[in-house]
C-alpha cells in the first residue's frame, strides 16, 4: 500500500472513531434517539449467524441466561480496548449464567485471527451488514461501534451501551441482570 493511501486510511479510520465520539457524547446527552424495537431480544436470539467455522446458528442455546451482546469489528479501537474487560468478566461470571456474545462485521478469517490474539473465550459469530442493522434495531441509531446490548434471562432488551464501556461502567449495568 502506497504512503498516500495508508495516510488517507489512517485519516479515513481518525475520522470515524471522532464521528463515533461525538456520537456517544450526543447519546449520553440524550439528544440521540433511543427507540428501540420491543422484540429485539427474540430478534438476536432467533437470528441465524455465521461461525468462525462456517456453518450457520441461532443464539436460541443462550436464552435463560443474561447475554452481553456486543457488536463489534476487528479494525474498531474501542472495541479492542474493551475485549479484555469482556474476556475478564466472562470467565468471573460464567457461574452465574452470564455469557458475552460478539456479533462482528467482519470477516470470519479477521475475527478467527482476532479472537486467537486476545484469547476469547466467548461466543464470537458474524454477522456483516446484518450486524449493523440488528445494532440499530437495538437502539443504535447512529449505527457507531462498538455498541452493547444486554439481554435479561427472559430474553429481553434490559439496556444498552454506546461506545466503549471499561469495567466499572460494565458491572454496574449487568450486576442488576443477575
Known amino acids: 500500500m502506497s504512503p498516500l493511501r495508508r495516510g488517507l486510511l489512517i485519516a479515513g479510520l481518525g475520522g470515524l472513531a471522532a464521528g463515533a465520539g461525538v456520537l456517544a457524547h450526543l447519546w449520553r446527552l440524550g439528544v440521540v434517539s433511543s427507540a428501540v424495537v420491543p422484540e ?16 450457520q446458528q441461532t443464539l436460541e442455546h443462550l436464552r435463560g441466561a443474561v447475554l452481553v451482546v456486543n457488536f463489534w469489528a476487528t479494525w474498531c479501537a474501542p472495541c479492542r480496548e474493551e475485549i479484555p474487560v469482556f474476556v475478564r468478566l466472562q470467565q468471573e461470571y460464567a457461574a452465574k449464567n452470564l ?15 482476532f479472537a486467537r490474539e486476545f484469547r476469547i473465550n466467548y461466543p464470537l459469530v458474524i454477522a456483516g451488514m446484518d450486524g449493523v442493522e440488528l445494532s440499530r434495531r437495538a437502539g443504535n441509531k447512529a449505527g457507531v461501534l462498538p455498541y452493547t446490548a444486554l439481554l435479561d434471562r427472559k430474553g429481553r432488551l434490559a439496556g444498552t451501551l454506546l461506545g466503549g464501556v471499561d ?11 443477575i
Open 40 to 55: 429485539v431480544g427474540d430478534t438476536i436470539l432467533s437470528h441465524r449467524f455465521q461461525q468462525l467455522d462456517g456453518s
Open 167 to 177: 469495567e466499572v461502567r460494565l458491572r454496574a449495568a449487568i450486576n442488576p441482570l
Open 99 to 113: 455469557h458475552f456474545v460478539g456479533i462482528s462485521i467482519d470477516q470470519a478469517d479477521k475475527v478467527s485471527e
